[in-house]
Every structure is written in structure tokens, then in C-alpha cells.
T-cell receptor, first 116, second 115 residues
Framework: GQQLNQSPQSMFIQEGEDVSMNCTSSSIFNTWLWYKQDPGEGPVLLIALYKAGELTSNGRLTAQFGITRKDSFLNISASIPSDVGIYFCAGQKANAGGTSYGKLTFGQGTILTVHP | GAGVSQSPSNKVTEKGKDVELRCDPISGHTALYWYRQSLGQGLEFLIYFQGNSAPDKSGLPSDRFSAERTGGSVSTLTIQRTQQEDSAVYLC?????????????FGPGTRLTVT
């Protein structure tokens, strides 16, 4: 099935560094979401974006909904060891009526490793 | 608890056997979703429910896969005559409603291994 193009696939950084990852698509999405998944757990929602151009922060996390509706990025500032995990972007399309439709399309994930 | 729960957490089955996976959504959430995550991959949509009906079953990989939801709450995903390629983590999510900008919250998943 369709997947979003998420990059990078993996990142190895030092504690305190900033991190940036992004997702792109060939089609438009009405909603972008960013999730974090720890081993053996389900994805946990970090940030949800609903409007093109929207910039939203959640603590050290900042995400933006691209103006073309075909991309989004997530930044993590001043990384700490507990930021380790897999980060997924997910997009939700609109149905014919213009409201968001339930199904999420996911990127393949960015594996983040933080060295103390 | 207040979150999405799934059972069993792990299931090992022999090829050809049937399995049932259960999902309890967050109380009050009318929309429920099933996804599959293969090793090292992102999540693949299977089916979603709005109430007890399933408007979109397009992600079910074959007719061996089926799901039902009764009482607008608990859902069961059934895989008949399991194959080794069915091995994956099956994740359930729920949201307040499906239409509109409502976030999906995930359960911990069921890890299925077909031997």
C-alpha cells in the first residue's frame, strides 16, 4: 500500500543536539500526525497538525504542516536519552465531502539513537 | 485503564490454525482501526469501524482476514488458516469519531508469530 517517504531512516546523535526529520508525499493530506514508538509498545501521539502552514510545538518538539499539504517535518531540540525510539509520520486524507477520513498512511519511521 | 487495550499481547500459532485478536477501545470512542506492522516497517492500514459498521475494509490482505465489532465497543480481528507471512504486530487504535480532525490513539499491539 501507499506509504509516505520519511527521512532519514536512522540518526545517531549526541545528547543535547537538535534533530530534524521529515515526510513527503506525492499526494495531499488534510492532517499530519507524528508518533513515537518504543520497543514492544504501540505508537504514542506527539503532535497533530490540521492546517497547511501550521507550526505547532509540544515542549522540545516542533512540527510543521507543509504549505503544499504534501510534506511535514518534526524537530526535536536539546535531545535527551529518553528521546530514543522510532518516530513515525502519518497522514490522513480528506473524503469527498472535505472532512478528514479515518485511515492513516504511515511513513517507514526514523530510528533515533541518542548517545549520552 | 483509560487507554486502548489489546489481547493477547503475544500469540504463537501453527501454520493453518485460526487466531482471534481482541481490541478494547477507549471508552466513548466511536471509531476503531486495525493496523499491521511488519518487522522494521511502518504501519499498514487494515480496516476501520465507525460504530459497528466497517466503511473501509480495503486494507485486509486476503479473505482469510475478517473483523467485527459489536456493541460499538470491542472488536475482534480473525485470521483463518494462518500463513507465515501473517507474522507481524497487529495494532488497534481508536478515536472519538472518524470524520474530522480527531487523533487516533494506539494500543500496545498483539505480536503474532506463525510457525
Amino acid at each position: 500500500g501507499q506509504q509516505l517517504n520519511q527521512s532519514p531512516q536512522s540518526m545517531f546523535i549526541q545528547e543535547g543536539e537538535d534533530v530534524s526529520m521529515n515526510c513527503t508525499s506525492s499526494s495531499i493530506f488534510n492532517t499530519w500526525l507524528w508518533y513515537k514508538q518504543d520497543p514492544g509498545e504501540g505508537p504514542v501521539l506527539l503532535i497533530a497538525l490540521y492546517k497547511a502552514g501550521e507550526l505547532t510545538s509540544n515542549g522540545r518538539l516542533t512540527a510543521q504542516f507543509g504549505i503544499t499539504r504534501k510534506d511535514s517535518f518534526l524537530n526535536i531540540s536539546a535531545s535527551i536519552p529518553s528521546d530514543v525510539g522510532i518516530y513515525f509520520c502519518a497522514g490522513q486524507k480528506a473524503n469527498a465531502g472535505g472532512t478528514s477520513y479515518g485511515k492513516l498512511t504511515f511513513g517507514q519511521g526514523t530510528i533515533l539513537t541518542v548517545h549520552p | 485503564g483509560a487507554g486502548v487495550s489489546q489481547s493477547p499481547s503475544n500469540k504463537v500459532t501453527e501454520k493453518g490454525k485460526d487466531v482471534e485478536l481482541r481490541c478494547d477501545p477507549i471508552s466513548g470512542h466511536t471509531a476503531l482501526y486495525w493496523y499491521r506492522q511488519s518487522l522494521g516497517q511502518g504501519l499498514e492500514f487494515l480496516i476501520y469501524f465507525q460504530g459497528n459498521s466497517a466503511p473501509d475494509k480495503s486494507g485486509l490482505p486476503s479473505d482469510r482476514f475478517s473483523a467485527e465489532r459489536t456493541g460499538g465497543s470491542v472488536s475482534t480481528l480473525t485470521i483463518q488458516r494462518t500463513q507465515q507471512e501473517d507474522s507481524a504486530v497487529y495494532l488497534c487504535a481508536s478515536s472519538l469519531v472518524a470524520l474530522g480532525a480527531y487523533e487516533q490513539y494506539f494500543g500496545p499491539g498483539t505480536r503474532l508469530t506463525v510457525t
